[in-house]
């Protein structure tokens, strides 16, 4: 759970902030992972996601998402996401080019799992 504190460290000191402050909404891209971690919780949701660059390197990216209650509604709970999920992410990267994602969409493909941030 190392992981989770420098995640903390980097979403939690930004918890209150505007996405396209932080985020880039037009450098949007799309990763494909498998999920390491997974913390459903307020004020934003986050996640760690192994994911294998085009050079064959792996790279863990921190994503960020919704509060508790916005993920509920489209039927994202702490039991819907789980470590090993391979999951299809689109979203908007840090302005710093780190490895920081906020998650506009989200699919896993096992089973057509499909969240939206609306």
Known sequence: MGGFAALATTVGSHAH???TGQYDPRAAVTVKGIVLEVRIRNPHSQMR??????AGRTEVWALEMDDV?????????SKTLRAGDKLVIFGFPARDGSRLLHVERLHRPS????YEDD
């Open 49 to 54: 996601l192994e994911v294998v660059d085009a």
């Open 17 to 19: 902030h505007s996405i």
């Open 111 to 114: 089973d057509g799992l499909k």
């Open 69 to 77: 209650a916005d993920l509920a509604e489209q039927g994202v709970t």
